[in-house]
């Protein structure tokens, strides 16, 4: 996985095997059912774990409780 998808090394060892599980029936969805997207959106989600994790102060920020309504989110790719 880390050489097709460098930035897991921000993951823990049972992140990265959910993941790849994920991974796996997501891939195994869009042969079998042409489901694109759900692959897509799963390496999306993952990605921006491991972003927020490979930034110390950033994670421990997203680690505080919150409270109330942020708005809408805004997703970036």
Do not use: C, Q
Request: overall charge negative; charged content about 30%; glycine content about 4%.
């Amino acid at each position: 996985m880390p050489e097709v998808f460098p930035w897991v090394r921000h993951l823990t060892t049972d992140e990265l095997r959910n993941f790849t599980f994920e991974l796996v029936e997501a891939l195994s969805d869009a042969a079998e059912l042409d489901l694109d997207s759900t692959a897509e959106e799963v390496i999306v989600g993952w990605r921006a774990t491991a972003r927020i994790k490979a930034d110390p102060a950033e994670y421990a920020d997203a680690r505080k409780p919150t409270s109330g309504d942020f708005g809408p989110v805004e997703i970036s790719v």
